[in-house]
């Protein structure tokens, strides 16, 4: 049976998308960061798909103390990892750091998976065709890699946060690909569209739901929001495809930033350095 893990999968996308892929007879690792809100999850996940193969673990991707313990924890459990699926994400209107410092967008979305996906890369390469699927936005084309300033100290703003660290995960994915292409692991990107479970702002509030309100038109389902990402995570038509940022299942354009080489392995280089690799 293969093995699949994905982050953030107790709700909207990362819980559909657990559900899809345990359908399509997979083995899901679902990876949450509080253990209360999993549980539930799991539950849930469990009833909908009448399956036994779901194991709950914890991780919070804003320590890099929780990401090595959970790596360890989950190399005791199994011995190879089909599918990596980096779906966890935050988006916070106030500047928050992490456990380590790290201003929240670039800590969680951007470094926190960067370190798992190293950690877990002899797993992926012990799988008969391993991949890695990362979920990016087209919140990318906002963003600017400022090596500076890469925390916001000198001003914030959520949408350039979280621009930022999805225009991150897409250079990640490249210069990922650019490593593994000698290999049986291949390294994609996905832009889910608007999902209406994760914007980053309170429904219960009146501004919340006047957003919501206004955008409901655009949002895609979690499900839609999902599709690709169960595609490049399964099917064979993209097998041996890597490097690559996709949106409803078809190969897709990226800003010219993100198709910087020379600024993927400078992030790259950089990141090694916050996480200790």
């Known amino acids: 049976m293969k093995t699949a893990l994905v982050t953030g999968a107790n709700s909207g996308m990362g819980l559909t998308t657990t559900i899809e892929l345990v359908k399509q007879g997979y083995h899901v690792v679902m990876v949450c960061r509080n253990t209360r809100r999993g549980k539930v999850a799991w539950i849930s996940a469990k009833e909908q798909t009448r399956s036994e193969e779901l194991t709950l673990m914890q991780c919070d991707l804003g320590s890099i103390e929780s990401i090595r313990n959970f790596a360890e924890e989950f190399k005791k459990k199994f011995s190879k990892l089909d599918v990596l699926i980096n779906n966890a994400g935050v988006v916070s209107l106030k500047r928050r750091l992490t456990d380590d410092r790290f201003e929240s967008h670039l800590g969680v979305n951007h470094l926190g998976h960067f370190l798992l996906t ?14 890695v699927v990362t979920v990016s936005s087209g919140a990318h084309k906002w963003g600017k890699i400022d090596f500076d300033d890469p925390y916001f100290e000198k001003g914030y703003n959520v949408a350039r946060a979280y621009g930022r660290s999805k225009l991150a995960n897409i250079l990640f994915t490249k210069a990922l690909a650019k490593r593994l292409e000698d290999t049986n692991v291949t390294s994609n990107a996905v832009h889910p569209g608007a999902v209406s479970t994760n914007i980053g702002v309170d429904r219960k509030t009146e501004f919340g739901k006047g957003v ?6 655009f949002f895609q389902s979690p499900e839609e929001g999902a599709a690709t990402t169960v595609y490049l995570a399964t099917s064979p038509e993209v097998e041996g495809v890597t490097g690559k940022y996709f949106y409803k299942m078809k190969e897709f354009a990226v800003s010219e930033e993100a198709d910087n080489e020379w600024l993927a392995e400078e992030l790259w280089g950089w990141s090694e350095e916050r996480v200790g690799l």
């Open 212 to 217: 919501h309100k206004v955008l409901k038109p």
């Open 118 to 131: 190293n950690l877990l890369l002899d797993e992926l390469k012990a799988a008969e065709q391993g991949r």
